[in-house]
Structure formats: C-alpha cells, structure tokens
C-alpha cells in the first residue's frame, strides 16, 4: 500500500463513477433481456450504495480516530507548556526575590559607607577647627 492518504471524498466520487460506468456496459454488452436487466442494474445500484456506505463509514471512522488522537496530543502539548509556564513563574518570582535582596543588601552597604565617610568628613572638620582654634 503507498503512502498517500487517500481523501475520502475521492474515494465517494471514484466508487459512483465506477458504479456509473459498470452499470453503462453492462447495459451495452449484456444480452438480456428488459426484465432480467433492469433487474441487474436494480442489484448493481444496491451493490455499488451499500459499497459507498461501507467506505463512507470506514473513511469516517479514519476521520473520527485521526482527531481524536490529534485533540489528545493537543491537550498533552498544551498541559506540557501550562506546566512549563508555570515552572518559569516560580523560577522567576525566585529570582526578582533574590534580585530585590540583593539590591537591598547593596544599598544597605552603600548607606553605610556614606554615613561612614559623612562621619569621617566631620572628624576632620572638627580636627581642623580644633587647630585653627588653638
């Protein structure tokens, strides 16, 4: 069997044409007689439906399985990125707390060694004063 799919509504349109044909040549080359043939033709057309209605089913019952195992695959893919999604929220809630304590830290440190050196400048300006006073 090849590759190809095969579209369900070629195969509607490939089983009626057949029917067509079959039941053209069967009129053409069967020596019947009218009784008989009409009869064979009323057999062919009930052959050929009940055919179409078997490929119809089976194609549709292709159709039915093939969705159903895409939509499954779709509700696997989407939960697979929902959980992904979120895995990153937390991962970046963790890191911008991180960041924002870090910041902290540094500014604290920063504070600190403003107030050190505001506390160093004015011992030196009180040293100054204390020797031009003296």
Request: proline content about 2%; glycine content about 8%.
């Amino acid at each position: 069997m090849s590759d190809q799919k095969m579209d369900p509504k070629d195969v509607i349109i490939g089983t009626f044409i057949g029917g067509v044909i079959g039941a053209g040549a069967a009129l053409l080359f069967a020596p019947v007689p009218g009784r008989e043939l009409r009869h064979n033709i009323n057999e062919t057309a009930k052959e050929s439906t009940t055919s179409i209605a078997r490929n119809v089913q089976g194609q549709s019952t292709q159709v039915i399985d093939k969705v159903k195992e895409i939509s499954k695959r779709l509700r696997s893919d989407m939960d697979e990125l929902t959980e992904s999604a979120d895995s990153l929220m937390d991962d970046a809630e963790g890191l911008g707390e991180e960041i924002a304590s870090s910041v902290r830290k540094e500014v604290e440190d920063l504070q600190r060694s403003v107030e050190q050196l505001v506390r160093e400048v004015e011992e030196r300006e009180k040293a100054k004063q204390g020797e031009s006073d003296s």
